[in-house]
T-cell receptor, first 116, second 114 residues
Framework: DGGITQSPKYLFRKEGQNVTLSCEQNLNHDAMYWYRQDPGQGLRLIYYSQIVNDFQKGDIAEGYSVSREKKESFPLTVTSAQKNPTAFYLC???????????????FGQGTRLTVV | DQQVKQNSPSLSVQEGRISILNCDYTNSMFDYFLWYKKYPAEGPTFLISISSIKDKNEDGRFTVFLNKSAKHLSLHIVPSQPGDSAVYFCAATFFYFGNEKLTFGTGTRLTIIP
């Protein structure tokens, strides 16, 4: 069945190490997103991609990098330059159903990253 | 610059009563709005959406109202049930301009009191 898969659900890394979070979707959605959730801060956009081989910075892109080599995949790398990497990371994808006048957007289950 | 605002961080409602969650936006170019529900340690799940060509959309117990002149939308849940206890996020996008970037509010924690 179709959906968005984020793996792993929990991830621990040592300070100073880069880490890559996986996000795969089989919904045939064009757009994909990465958000970060911190307590009391809502969902803040890190990066988004509307098409393969293209992506744009969101509101808090510093210390992160992404790639979009395939429609199904949008991995996020948290680099050592990210000052406060410990957070809950959410991946989403969406499809523009302009013919139906609607937009559908779905989220994965999230990855909790803890940097020690 | 918070373009989508949910000014009430929390709300408590008696079971069976109406829950009203509010959302304000500042960018008049937003033309499509979505509401999501989120449980702890899980991804948000889609509830209901509305485009700027409508002022109301209804789906079962959930109704979203859009007031474009006030740049305000609200989610009504009637009747409220214990399973509705969660954090609710509103989101906005530039749908008709071809940009699907979703901008979220900070969320409102809804607690349904049995």
């Amino acid at each position: 069945d179709g959906g968005i898969t984020q793996s792993p659900k929990y991830l621990f890394r040592k300070e100073g190490q880069n880490v890559t979070l996986s996000c795969e979707q089989n919904l045939n959605h064009d757009a994909m997103y990465w958000y970060r959730q911190d307590p009391g801060q809502g969902l803040r956009l890190i990066y988004y991609s509307q098409i393969v081989n293209d992506f744009q910075k969101g509101d808090i892109a510093e210390g992160y990098s992404v790639s979009r080599e395939k429609k199904e995949s949008f991995p996020l790398t948290v680099t050592s330059a990210q000052k406060n990497p410990t957070a809950f990371y959410l991946c989403a994808s969406s499809i523009d159903l302009r013919g139906r006048g609607s937009l559908e957007a779905f989220f994965g289950q999230g990855t909790r990253l803890t940097v020690v | 610059d918070q373009q989508v605002k949910q000014n009430s961080p929390s709300l408590s409602v008696q079971e069976g009563r109406i829950s009203i969650l509010n959302c304000d936006y500042t960018n008049s170019m937003f033309d499509y709005f979505l509401w999501y529900k989120k449980y702890p340690a899980e991804g948000p799940t889609f509830l209901i959406s509305i485009s700027s060509i409508k002022d109301k959309n209804e789906d079962g117990r959930f109704t979203v109202f859009l007031n474009k002149s006030a740049k305000h939308l609200s989610l009504h849940i009637v009747p409220s049930q214990p399973g509705d206890s969660a954090v609710y996020f509103c989101a906005a996008t530039f749908f008709y301009f071809g940009n699907e970037k979703l901008t979220f509010g900070t969320g409102t924690r809804l607690t349904i009191i049995p």
